[in-house]
C-alpha cells in the first residue's frame, strides 16, 4: 500500500489562528479524503480532496472553515482556520484504492488554547 | 440512531483465550465492510476486509451476517500485541466510509 506522511505531526496553537496540515503520498492516487477524530471518538469525514476542482465537504463541514487544496495526485492540504478549541483533535489524511479500502496517514494532533 | 454500532467495552481477555465481538450496521444497502486495528494515539490502521462468505486471517476471523445487519471479528489465540481497539466500518449509500466508535481489547498476562 502507500506511503503517506502528514506534516506536522502535532501542533499547539493560540485560537484565531489557522493552521495548514499536509499529506504526501508516495504514489499517485485517485481518492483522497480528510477526517477528523476527537477524543474518544471514532473518525468523521471532513471531505473528499479532489483533484483540479473544489473538495467536496460533509454534512457540518464548509470551505470557509476547511479550505482544501488537491494540486495532484500525490499531495493535499487542508487549513483549519480561525481555530477554537473545539478544533482539538487529530486531523487524518486517508487514500483510497479500487475495493473501497483506506489507508491512513499517521495524523496530525492538534491542540488549540 | 448511528449508522454503526459497536460495544466499546473494554473486553478484558487472558492471553491465549479467544475474544470476539459484533459490530450492528444500519443501511441494509452497504457493500462494504472492513474492520481496523487502532492503537493509542496511532492512525487505524486496515485489519481485514469482511467478505459475505467470511473470512479468516490467521488468527483474525470476519463473519458478516446481512439479514440481521452484523458483522463480527474472532480473535483465537490472543496474543498481548492484540491490545487495540478495532474499527468497524461500513460504506453508506454514497460509497463514503462509516466508521464505529471502536470496541477496546485489553489482553492481560
Known amino acids: 500500500s502507500a506511503v503517506i506522511s502528514q506534516k506536522p505531526s502535532r501542533d499547539i496553537c493560540q485560537r484565531g489562528t489557522s493552521l495548514t496540515i499536509q499529506c504526501q503520498v508516495d504514489s499517485q492516487v485517485t481518492m483522497m479524503f480528510w477526517y477528523r477524530q476527537q477524543p474518544g471518538q471514532s473518525l468523521t469525514l471532513i471531505a473528499t480532496a479532489n483533484q483540479g476542482s473544489e473538495a467536496t465537504y460533509e454534512s457540518g463541514f464548509v470551505i470557509d472553515k476547511f479550505p482544501i487544496s488537491r494540486p495532484n495526485l500525490t499531495f493535499s492540504t487542508l487549513t483549519v482556520s480561525n481555530m477554537s478549541p473545539e478544533d482539538s483533535s487529530i486531523y487524518l489524511c486517508?487514500?483510497?484504492?479500487?475495493?473501497?479500502?483506506?489507508?491512513f496517514g499517521p495524523g496530525t494532533r492538534l491542540t488549540v488554547l | 440512531r448511528k449508522e454503526v454500532e459497536q460495544d466499546p467495552g473494554p473486553f478484558n481477555v487472558p492471553e491465549g483465550a479467544t475474544v470476539a465481538f459484533n459490530c450492528t450496521y444500519s443501511n441494509s444497502a452497504s457493500q462494504s465492510f472492513f474492520w481496523y486495528r487502532q492503537d493509542c494515539r496511532k492512525e487505524p490502521k486496515l485489519l481485514m476486509s469482511?467478505?459475505?462468505s467470511g473470512n479468516e486471517d490467521g488468527r483474525f476471523t470476519a463473519q458478516l451476517n446481512r439479514a440481521s445487519q452484523y458483522i463480527s471479528l474472532l480473535i483465537r489465540d490472543s496474543k498481548l500485541s492484540d491490545s487495540a481497539t478495532y474499527l468497524c466500518v461500513v460504506n453508506d449509500s454514497w460509497g463514503k466510509l462509516q466508521f464505529g466508535a471502536g470496541t477496546q481489547v485489553v489482553v492481560t498476562p
Open positions: 486517508s487514500v483510497g484504492d479500487g475495493n473501497n479500502e483506506q489507508f
Open positions: 469482511v467478505y459475505s
